[in-house]
């Protein structure tokens, strides 16, 4: 089994809020966000991870199904649950209420990693949730890393920083390590300004990329985002649509930006095709309903 982008992490249930109040079905978690946002642009890709043997761990097997995410590595624990979350909207954006202490993803253990499907992989990709969960989970993200880096994998990294399952002190500790050995991290200027204090997208990438990382990119909410190398940096604006729900906007742009990479575009190409299937993954409700398909996306640029 050999696939471009092996996703390791929680994937959650979601239920989001609609304008009349009800609440409407739908997936999350954002590294198995990313891996249906490659594999729907045409990558393969393969999920590392634990889901509870419930109707939740079901409906998200049937996804992965439907997708043509590779998920013969998860397991289902025959007792704990599959993670819920759900979303609310207000002026100021999108809001998460999570049910997932002691899920089943937050019980993944060293011995879940499959080395031969992460070694021969052409990324691995995890993040900041992944590795805040629980010990065992985030012990789970280093021995894959290891592998990856033993392997020669690229590793991409979202710092994917949620206040809600550790501190920011907490999480500096183990977020700084990782990005010093990833390929390529991808944070938020809000998770990168809590993580150092700095608010420049410049000052920020030159602080992440000085601790070893390959490349870095910062998103800029709707403003776009700022991808830098040891090499070469570019600001790209954000396209003005009509976002409907921005949740799972970062995983679209990752997962597209990994896809074109994993087919050998440089990181600065593949970002001009990630910037614009970001922001069509924000037309509908939902991290992964929206997300786009290539020809989507190519028409969308020849525009
Ligand atoms: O990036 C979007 C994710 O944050 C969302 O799908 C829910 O995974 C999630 C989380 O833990 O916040």
Redo the contacts with the bound molecule.
């Keep these: 089994m050999q696939v471009d982008i092996v996703a390791l ?2 994937p ?1 249930y ?1 239920l989001n809020q609609q304008p009349d109040g009800r609440f409407l079905p739908g997936f ?6 990313v891996a249906i946002a490659a594999a729907r642009l045409g990558s393969s890709t393969a999920y590392i991870t634990k889901l509870g043997k419930d109707p939740f761990g079901d409906a998200i097997a049937a996804l992965w199904r439907r997708e043509g995410v590779d998920h013969r590595a998860v397991t289902r624990h025959p007792s704990a649950q599959t993670g819920l ?1 759900l979303v609310t909207h207000t002026e100021q954006g999108h809001q ?1 209420s ?1 049910y ?1 202490n002691g899920s089943a993803a937050s019980l993944l253990h060293p011995v879940d990693v499959p080395s031969e499907l992460v070694a021969k992989s052409k990324f691995l990709h995890v993040s900041g ?1 992944s590795q805040a969960i629980s010990g065992s989970a985030r012990e789970t993200v280093s021995a894959a890393m290891e592998i990856a880096r033993r392997a020669k994998v690229r590793i991409s990294y979202d710092t ?1 920083l ?1 206040t809600r ?1 550790w501190s920011a002190l907490e999480a500096r500790a183990t977020i700084e390590p990782t990005i010093a050995v990833s390929s390529l991290a991808k944070t938020s200027l809000e998770d990168a300004e809590a993580l150092t204090g700095l608010s420049e997208p410049e000052a920020i990438a030159s602080r992440f990329l000085a601790l070893g990382a390959g490349a870095i990119v910062v998103t800029l909410g709707a403003k776009g985002v700022y991808i830098a190398t040891p090499e070469e940096r570019l600001t790209l604006r954000g396209y003005s649509v009509a976002a409907i729900d921005a ?5 679209a742009f990752t997962g597209a930006l990994l896809s074109e990479m994993a087919s050998g575009r440089s990181i600065f190409e593949a970002a001009r095709f990630a910037n614009a299937a970001a922001a069509l993954s924000t037309l509908g409700y939902g ?1 992964v309903e929206p997300l786009p398909r290539r020809d989507a996306v190519e028409a969308f640029l020849a525009q």
């Design positions: 992490g929680e959650l979601e999350g978690g954002d590294t198995s966000n979350y998460f999570y997932r949730i994917n949620r399952l949740t799972g906007a970062g995983d991290a």
